[in-house]
Each structure stands twice: as C-alpha cells, then as structure tokens.
T-cell receptor, first 113, second 113 residues
Framework: KQEVTQIPAALSVPEGENLVLNCSFTDSAIYNLQWFRQDPGKGLTSLLLIQSSQREQTSGRLNASLDKSSGRSTLYIAASQPGDSATYLCAVLAGGGADGLTFGKGTHLIIQP | KAGVTQTPRYLIKTRGQQVTLSCSPISGHRSVSWYQQTPGQGLQFLFEYFSETQRNKGNFPGRFSGRQFSNSRSEMNVSTLELGDSALYLC????????????FGPGTRLTVT
C-alpha cells in the first residue's frame, strides 16, 4: 500500500527566505506526483504536476523535483512571501491509477512578514 | 472557464440520516473523484467516476456511494450517517485523472450531530 510522508510537518520562516519542502513515497510505481496548497477551510489548489517520466517542473517561484527511484520529491519555494503561508500537500497517483491520489499529511508553512 | 463547484458548501445532519452532495466539474472534464478530509486521517480517496462509470473505489464502507450523470456532474451519497462521517468532502475534476492535473472544488463541510 502506497504511503506518503511529508517533512517537516510545520515550518515558520521570515519573509524572503528560500525553502524546501520534502515528500517521500514508498512505492516507486507511480503515474505522477502533484503538489497542492490548501488555505484554511478551503479546497486544494494545484501547484505543479510531475509525470513519472519527468524530473522536475517549474512555475514562477516554485520548482518541484522528482526522484522516482528513491521515492522522493522536493518543492522549492524561492523568495518566500507572506501570501505563501498555507498547508502544502504532496500526492501521488499509483501505477495503474487505482486508489486515486494518495496524500501526505502536509507541511503547514508560515511566512513571517 | 468556471472552476469546480460543489453544493451545498455546509451541511448539518443528524446520526442515522442520509445526505447527498453534488459536484459540477470543469466544462469538458470527464473524470470526477471524491475525497474525504478529516484532521485525523487527512485526505482519503473515496471513488472516481469517468464517463458515468465508477473506475476506482477507495477503502470506505458501502454506505458511501456515488454516481455520475451524462453531463459529468457527480453526486455522492452517504447513508446512515455516523459521527465519524463529519468531514470536508472534496471533489476533483480532470480530463483524465490518470494523466492530467486534478482540479479541486471548495468542498462541502458536513457536520453530523
């Protein structure tokens, strides 16, 4: 059974810092990996999708990498801003597409002004 | 393009009752997935519908059911509600959940008393 772990569970940093969020998964047979952010009481906003054949994806100040063989992904946020404060969730879609997305518990990020 | 919409946004029900939640996917999307989010278990996959057929099902009791209509709108039903069913229920739509980004709606907050 696929399991996804995110470290750290919470992070608080001053504005302007670059930071890295980590995600690991137990079964490397995945279709894709997706990073989301969730604001309090809201739904999920998709940030980046990495297909299993890709190594990284970039969108603005965000860069996500995927190392399928080691079961790891990182989300890099450059020049953090208070508006980046949210919970960041990593999710994998297992090979075969069954069981839907498997989510980690998330990293709760606070950017201090 | 309108995003994923879910109705109602908030719902309070009593134990033993049943409830129906609705999800309208992004126009043109044929895949609709449902997830339950609770503080203890995080996000868990319920089921996925594609072109009116249930393609995948998560590990939830038979009290949880769903369907998809020809216009891709989906409903999920929970019968004989239990206190533990209190959660945020999120719906996600995609062109094809196996290949593409999944876009989430704002969710329906269900409280069972």
């Amino acid at each position: 059974k696929q399991e996804v772990t995110q470290i750290p569970a919470a992070l608080s940093v001053p504005e302007g810092e670059n930071l890295v969020l980590n995600c690991s998964f137990t079964d490397s047979a995945i279709y894709n990996l997706q990073w989301f952010r969730q604001d309090p009481g809201k739904g999920l906003t998709s940030l980046l999708l990495i297909q299993s054949s890709q190594r990284e994806q970039t969108s603005g100040r965000l860069n996500a990498s995927l190392d399928k063989s080691s079961g790891r992904s990182t989300l890099y946020i450059a020049a953090s801003q208070p508006g980046d404060s949210a919970t960041y969730l990593c999710a994998v879609l297992a090979g075969g597409g069954a069981d839907g997305l498997t989510f980690g518990k998330g990293t709760h990020l606070i950017i201090q002004p | 393009k309108a995003g994923v919409t879910q109705t109602p946004r908030y719902l309070i029900k009593t134990r033993g009752q049943q409830v129906t939640l609705s999800c309208s996917p992004i126009s043109g999307h044929r895949s609709v997935s449902w997830y339950q989010q609770t503080p203890g278990q995080g996000l868990q996959f319920l089921f996925e519908y594609f072109s009116e057929t249930q393609r995948n099902k998560g590990n939830f009791p038979g009290r949880f059911s769903g369907r998809q209509f020809s216009n891709s709108r989906s409903e999920m039903n929970v019968s004989t509600l239990e206190l533990g069913d209190s959660a945020l229920y999120l719906c996600a739509s995609s062109l094809d959940a196996r290949q593409r980004v999944q876009y989430f709606g704002p969710g329906t907050r269900l409280t069972v008393t």
